[in-house]
């Protein structure tokens, strides 16, 4: 007999052997129906895995947030079934559980496109309904190659397996190889919907063949599943791409892949974000600097991004050698540092930029605002001793939540460790530098989580992921520690004992890219930005040009005075359509100037997304938008 110690502390004895869904069963017959996996020891099980040591035992329930990606991995071996019914010579890659779904790649003898995709969900609600149960079990890899040897893909998979042995899951005549946990059989798969057909290289490799990748997602209910649906139909109408055409934002130009345009509305908008960061950062004690877009070779080779970043970045020959266009910030800021001599006194020292950037991304990755080759970071470099990173990690996790509550913006944080190869610097330095982020997080009562092997090449990170309206995650903030550049550069300030030392450095950027910030709460928004944030805050419509044209003009002089962004709509249009072209167009306030208000010094608004029309002065008109640039709500 073995004990078994259950999530509220109570201990269960069974027999040695037992299956965690027959447990399920003997706790309550009616939550063991309710069950997707379980974990024991804290690892993700199958339900038929036998218990054969004393452990922990919790049951993961369908609407528990870690079956999600059981479901959806299970739901893509589900879509491979049918793929196998359907088109029996195709050969299988790997179908993932990711963020909101999951993906299976194929190779099919057919082209398979996004008509096909009803008639590959009827077979799969015909596996459904067979309710046909998952079986998991291990062969050697010589086995296992034997079982797959008509599928390259998959004796490929099974030779990059380090164990001896491969896991394998089957369900009736089509098995994978996989890890799993999977659900107990194809019948709880019943909430699913294929939503894309598109191509991916074999292991994302472009030296690779092209394989058909269909894209689905999975839910516990029906009603979980309808939601998401409409919620992606949602995110089709705030696409940042098509926004930004139809509100006149940026343009992309086949002369320059991946390189923005910013049309006068856009850069408006860019200016009062890039205003509003510049203010902020003169309040808290940064100094702004402006550092080169073009930098020698013999500068990246010292910071080490030759060696890790050459392959991402632009170069040209002049006379005096190579010159690489800067993918990051941070050795201009090093140089402007050594500029000058500096005391214990000084420091932390706070250089803050908005740097253009480029890397080299391939033609494929390109998105909009979201993946481009040119962005422009809005960084900050900070110079200070050891024993002041805690205090000032803590200043900027204060700040970070300043910004991203002015955006409705939630986050979370994610501590990226060292890398497993590639890195700068000792072992026992970087521990000390995670370490220090850590303990920065806990006492400004952050939570993070860990996310091992992804630290920059010279320290660890926190990165900042970002959870918008449509409940997307972004990555877009950072706070990396460095122990490492400025030694490498011979950076040094002079301590309170007289002697040189060598500071620590710490990289942020809280926007990331403002580029792809832009592009983010543009969908946020949907393109209806906030009054202090909108490229054109009031429209001014008049009833009669005739009449009332010189009262606009008067509307324009005050505005103009007190900074508030406008435009005049005098085309020789029916006063209804013009009213619904601007609430098209987004724009917070539009104004319909007619007899009264000409008469009486007033101003009539209509605020975007209501029917209301409200009359008052035009004082009162221009302290309440100013209340709310003064307020940014």
Same mark, same amino acid.
């Given at each position: 007999m073995i004990n078994i110690t259950l999530k509220d502390g109570s201990k269960k004895e069974i027999e040695s052997g037992k299956l965690v869904i027959e447990v399920a069963k003997e706790l309550s017959p009616s939550l063991a129906k309710k069950c997707c996996v379980a974990k024991l020891d804290d690892v993700l099980v199958d339900l038929k895995t036998p218990i054969v040591k004393d452990c922990k035992l919790e049951l993961v329930l369908l609407d528990d947030k870690e079956a999600l990606a059981v479901l959806n991995h299970s739901c893509a071996h589900l879509l491979a079934h049918a793929m196998k019914r359907l088109y029996p010579d195709t050969c299988f890659g790997v179908g993932p559980a990711i963020e909101e779904g999951f993906y299976y790649d194929f190779k099919v003898n057919c082209p398979v496109m996004l008509e096909d995709l009803p008639k590959i969900e009827e077979e799969m609600k015909k596996i459904v309904k067979e309710n046909i149960s998952i079986a998991h079990y291990k062969l050697s890899k010589v086995e296992a190659k034997e079982k797959f040897k008509n599928d390259k893909f998959k004796c490929e998979l099974i030779d990059a397996v380090e164990d001896e042995t491969v896991g394998i899951y089957e369900q009736e005549d089509y098995a994978d190889v996989c890890r799993g946990p999977h659900v107990i059989s194809t019948g709880i798969l019943k909430n699913f919907k294929l939503l894309n057909v598109s191509g991916a290289y074999w292991r994302g490799d472009f030296?690779?063949?092209?394989?058909t990748r269909i894209y689905g997602t999975c839910f516990a209910t029906s009603e979980e599943l309808e939601q998401h649906l409409h919620i992606l139909e949602e995110r089709k109408k705030r696409d940042h791409r098509k926004l930004g055409k139809e509100l006149g934002l940026f343009m992309i130009s086949e002369y320059g892949p991946g390189l923005p345009?910013?049309?006068?509305?856009?850069?408006?908008?860019?200016?009062?974000?890039?205003?509003?960061?510049?203010?902020? +950062?003169?309040?808290?004690?940064?100094?702004?600097?402006?550092?080169?877009?073009?930098?020698?070779?013999?500068?990246?080779?010292?910071?080490? +991004?030759?060696? +890790?970043?050459?392959?991402?970045?632009?170069?040209i020959e002049v006379e005096d050698g190579t010159y690489a266009i800067k993918p990051m910030n941070c050795p201009g800021a090093i140089l402007v540092y050594k500029n000058d001599l500096h005391s214990y006194k000084e420091l932390p020292l706070r250089y803050s930029e908005l740097g253009n950037v480029h890397r080299y991304e391939a033609s494929g990755a390109l998105n909009g605002l979201f993946r481009v080759r040119g962005f422009t970071q809005d960084d900050a470099h900070i110079l200070l001793r050891e024993d002041q990173v805690g205090e000032e990690v803590g200043r900027i996790l204060s700040l970070y939540?300043?910004?991203?509550?002015?955006?409705?913006?939630?986050?979370?944080?994610?501590?990226?460790?060292?890398?497993e190869e590639n890195y700068i610097g000792s072992i026992e330095v970087w521990d000390e530098?995670?370490?220090?982020?850590?303990?920065?997080?806990?006492?400004?009562?952050?939570?993070?989580?860990?996310?091992?092997?992804?630290?920059?090449?010279?320290g660890p990170k926190l990165d900042f992921k970002l959870r918008d309206s449509m409940n997307r995650i972004w990555q877009c903030g950072t706070v990396q520690l460095d122990m490492q550049l400025p030694g490498r550069f011979n950076c040094t300030y002079i301590a309170e004992d007289g002697t040189k030392r060598t500071p620590v450095m710490i990289h942020r950027a809280c926007f990331g890219s403002l580029e792809r910030f832009i592009g983010i709460i543009t969908e946020n928004y949907a393109g209806a930005f906030p009054t202090w944030l909108a490229p054109v805050q009031v429209k001014i419509i008049p009833v009669s040009l005739e009449k009332h044209q010189e009262y606009c003009s008067f509307l324009n002089e005050v505005f103009m005075k007190h900074d508030i962004r406008f435009e005049n709509d005098y085309r020789e249009e029916k006063l209804g359509y013009k009213i619904r072209e601007a609430q098209t167009q987004k724009i917070p306030y539009t104004l319909v100037i007619g007899d009264k208000e000409?008469?009486?010094?007033?101003?009539?608004?209509?605020?975007?997304?209501?029917?209301?029309?409200?009359?008052?002065?035009?004082?009162?008109f221009i302290q309440k938008i100013e209340q709310h640039i003064e307020n940014k709500n």
């Open positions: 030296k690779n063949e092209m394989l345009f910013w049309l006068p509305k856009g850069y408006q908008l860019r200016r009062s974000l890039e205003d509003f960061w510049l203010d902020l +950062h003169k309040k808290r004690g940064y100094l702004t600097i402006n550092t080169p877009i073009m930098l020698n070779r013999e500068l990246w080779e010292t910071s080490g +991004h030759w060696d +890790h970043y050459k392959e991402d970045m632009f170069t939540d300043y910004v991203y509550s002015i955006f409705g913006l939630d986050y979370s944080i994610e501590l990226s460790t060292r890398p530098a995670e370490e220090a982020l850590k303990k920065a997080c806990l006492a400004t009562g952050h939570d993070f989580k860990i996310n091992p092997g992804d630290g920059a090449f010279y000409v008469e009486g010094k007033l101003v009539t608004y209509r605020k975007h997304g209501t029917q209301e029309q409200i009359t008052v002065s035009i004082d009162e």
